[in-house]
Nanobody, 123 residues
């Protein structure tokens, strides 16, 4: 599967952005989809993930209540709606996909990656 993320940009604290990831291939619904982010000098962390049908989602504690992940299996897309953005949300955001969701792994089992999109939140 090939992934293409878009929607990053510069926003003021308290603002909103919506990231979108388009996936190629005909088996999109068989993949767990997720968004990771990597801030300068920090490790890449999982922000949110959504399982195959979209009925089960996972969020990092730092974004719960502010970010919402969704997917459209008919359009092969996964979105990340980011509200109440904070300067700490500044990072390169990556779309990822995998066959399963494995909490014991650093990549949570999401081993297909797209190029990142930069989100900058100014204070």
């Amino acid at each position: 599967v090939q992934l293409q993320a878009s929607g990053g940009g510069l926003v003021q604290a308290g603002g909103s952005l919506r990231l979108s990831c388009a996936a190629s291939g005909h088996t999109f619904s068989s993949y767990v989809m997720g968004w990771f982010r990597q801030a300068p000098g920090k490790e890449r962390d999982l922000v949110a993930a959504i399982l195959w049908s979209g009925g089960i989602t996972y969020y990092a504690d730092s974004v719960k209540g502010r970010f919402t992940i969704s997917r459209d299996n008919a359009k092969n897309t996964v979105d990340l709606q980011m509200n109440s953005l904070k300067p700490d949300d500044t990072a390169v955001y990556y779309c990822a996909a995998g066959g399963g969701f494995r909490r014991e792994r650093a990549d949570y089992g999401l081993n297909y990656w797209g190029k990142g999109t930069l989100v900058t939140v100014s204070s």
